[in-house]
C-alpha cells in the first residue's frame, strides 16, 4: 500500500488538490463545472470531497478532507493505490472504470468533460510529491 493511514493519504492527495485548486489551468476549469466531487478511498479507508460548486475560499475550490455533507454530483471509488496511479498518470480513467479499479456513480459524461481540465495535473503531482518529501512513493 502507498498510503498506510489517511492521515497520509490526505497529506498527498488532498494537499496535491488543495494546490491544484489554486492554479488557474485546474482551478478555473472544475471550478467552471460547478460540481461536488465526492473520492471515497479503501487500503486506506478515507474521503476527499472537491466543492467547485460553491467554495467558501479564495481558491477555485474547496478541498475537504474527511466526511462532508455535502451532495456530491460524482462519486468516484478505488484504492489509494488506484488513485496514486492515476494522478501519477499511469491509469486511464476510461479503462479503469470498464475494469472496476474505479466505480463512479453519477454521470460518465459530467466524469469525461474533467479530463482535459486535470491534464496537467498529472505533471504536477509528483512535483508537488518532491515538495513535501515524498519522493520515496514515485516508483507508485
Known amino acids: 500500500m502507498v498510503f498506510r493511514t ?10 496535491f488538490m ?3 485548486g489554486s492554479r488557474p489551468d485546474i ?4 471550478k467552471e463545472s460547478g460540481l461536488i466531487i465526492r473520492f471515497i478511498y479503501h487500503e486506506p479507508e478515507a474521503q476527499i470531497t472537491i466543492n467547485a460548486k ?4 479564495e481558491q477555485f475550490f474547496d478541498v475537504i478532507n474527511g466526511e462532508s455533507p455535502l451532495e456530491p454530483n460524482l462519486v468516484f471509488s478505488m484504492k489509494g493505490d488506484v488513485a496514486h496511479k492515476f494522478w501519477l498518470g499511469k491509469l486511464n480513467l476510461t479503462l479503469a472504470l470498464t475494469n472496476r479499479q474505479i466505480s463512479l456513480k453519477g454521470s460518465l459524461l459530467e466524469a469525461m468533460k474533467l479530463l482535459p481540465a486535470i491534464q496537467p495535473a498529472y505533471a504536477l503531482y509528483p512535483e508537488y510529491l518532491k515538495s513535501i518529501g515524498r519522493e520515496d512513493i514515485l516508483a507508485g
Do not use: D, F, H, R
Request: aromatic share 10%.
Open 18 to 20: 488543495w494546490q491544484a
Open 6 to 15: 489517511a492521515e497520509e493519504l490526505y497529506e498527498c492527495l488532498g494537499g
Open 27 to 30: 482551478g478555473a476549469k472544475i
Open 54 to 57: 460553491n467554495p467558501s475560499t
